[in-house]
């Protein structure tokens, strides 16, 4: 177990899980309904955010999801979510959607998704969050951006002015 008060890596907060899509699940086509798939994924995400918070966390946004490929009936439906990225007292938690072949096993990635999550005190006050230490290429990657996405979250609801948002200008070269 990592110090409390210094980074944690991102395999600390690793979640996974794993459903059966059943009839109560689906649509009349016979597709799991994005509601569903995004309660899947909130629970998972939350988990993730409290393992590497070790505090009660609450959802702040849905930043992204995606519906790539539509998940049947009958399906095994798993998601892996890991804290990508934490930031003073949110963390932005990444989480990829895999559907498993019944005859091969294999997983296939179907679709993914980024959530945002702020830890909070007893008083539901948010509190500051350990940092997160990437180990490999793509969790370095998902760090990397996650400033971008930080920023062009806050920039949409208003809370930042673009001239602020220092990382995506430079992505945009006079």
């Not at 180990?135 to 809370?159: M, P, V």
């Amino acid at each position: 177990m990592s110090d409390p008060n210094k980074g944690r890596p991102v395999s600390e907060s690793l979640a996974e899980t794993t459903h059966l899509v059943l009839p109560n699940d689906t649509n009349t086509l016979g597709n799991l309904m994005g509601g569903q798939l995004l309660k899947w994924l909130d629970i998972a995400c939350a988990i993730s955010a409290h393992r590497h918070s070790k505090r009660v966390v609450v959802t702040v946004a849905v930043n992204h999801v995606s519906f790539d490929r539509p998940i049947k009936l009958g399906d095994f439906v798993t998601i892996r979510s890991q804290v990508s990225r934490a930031f003073s007292t949110s963390m932005e938690v990444w989480a990829d959607v895999w559907v498993e072949d019944h005859v091969s096993g294999r997983k296939i990635r179907c679709n993914n998704a980024i959530y945002t999550f702020v830890a909070v005190d007893n008083a539901g006050s948010p509190i500051e969050v350990p940092e997160v230490v990437p180990s490999n290429e793509e969790e370095q990657r998902r760090y990397d951006g996650a400033l971008r996405r930080r920023q062009l979250r806050l920039i949409l609801a208003g809370k930042m002015r673009p001239e602020e948002a220092t990382e995506l200008r430079a992505l945009f070269p006079k």
